[in-house]
């Protein structure tokens, strides 16, 4: 089984609609991020969350909205999809970095594709 | 502003050919920089990192030396593999987030 795991993997939905992605993980590690991708832009940061109890605004949240359930769950919902949040949505989890300025590994999920129509 | 920026691609090379796919960043403190690989239909996965200036990662016949005087992290092999084709990110960390390139498309034919 991945370590992180996103549900749906892909999903076609219509402008206007609720849509909510789903991040669960296995590893252990309290900091939990939401990435977009799309051709040519490469990796976006929506939001990202260091514990049950934190949540962060990346470079482009407008638009989403994130839920921290617990240590090992991180969703990433769209309350009123619009065809430029067509994209290739990640979940990724990190464990501490080695110093207060330096970043641990990202471990990343297989990523779910939505299509907004 | 901070940010990452990567050759455009796509590269296409002949399998053992010699790769650079070349990677600057902006910064203030002292990031971590790495690579990331995305075969297709998968998600990234890590390929090296370093975290301090000088050091050189490496992994699978890659490698990339942090170059703080000129703020570069390039990435190089020394003959590729037809199953090294894929998308390659660079990445600066920086108090806890990644901060991705546009990515680099690899191709090598047989």
């Known amino acids: 089984d991945a370590d992180v795991t996103q549900t749906p993997r892909n999903r076609i939905t219509k402008t206007g609609k609720r849509i909510m992605l789903e991040c669960s993980q296995t590893k252990g590690h309290d900091r939990m991020y939401w990435y977009r991708q799309d051709p040519g832009l490469g990796l976006r940061l929506i939001y990202y969350?260091?514990?049950?109890?934190?949540?962060n605004k990346g470079e482009i949240s407008d638009g989403y909205s994130v839920s921290r359930q617990a240590q090992a769950k991180f969703s990433l919902s769209l309350e009123s999809a619009i065809p430029n949040q067509t994209a290739l949505y990640f979940c990724a989890t990190s464990d501490f970095g080695s110093g207060l300025t330096n970043t641990g590994e990202l471990f990343f999920g297989e990523g779910s594709r939505l299509t907004v129509l | 502003g901070n940010s990452v920026t990567q050759m455009e691609g796509p590269v296409t090379l002949s399998e053992e050919a010699f790769l650079t796919i070349n990677c600057t960043y902006t910064?203030?403190?002292?990031?971590?920089l790495f690579w990331y690989v995305q075969y297709p239909g998968e998600g990234l996965q890590l390929l090296l990192k370093a975290t301090k200036a000088d050091d050189k990662g490496s992994n699978k016949g890659f490698e990339a030396t942090y170059r703080k005087e000129t703020t570069s992290f390039h990435l190089e092999k020394g003959s590729v593999q037809v199953s090294d084709s894929a998308v390659y990110f660079c990445?600066?960390?920086?108090?806890?987030?990644?901060?991705f390139g546009k990515g680099t498309m690899l191709l090598v034919s047989p």
């Open positions: 969350s260091f514990d049950v109890k934190d949540i």
């Open positions: 990445a600066r960390g920086l108090y806890s987030t990644l901060t």
């Open positions: 910064a203030t403190g002292y990031p971590s």
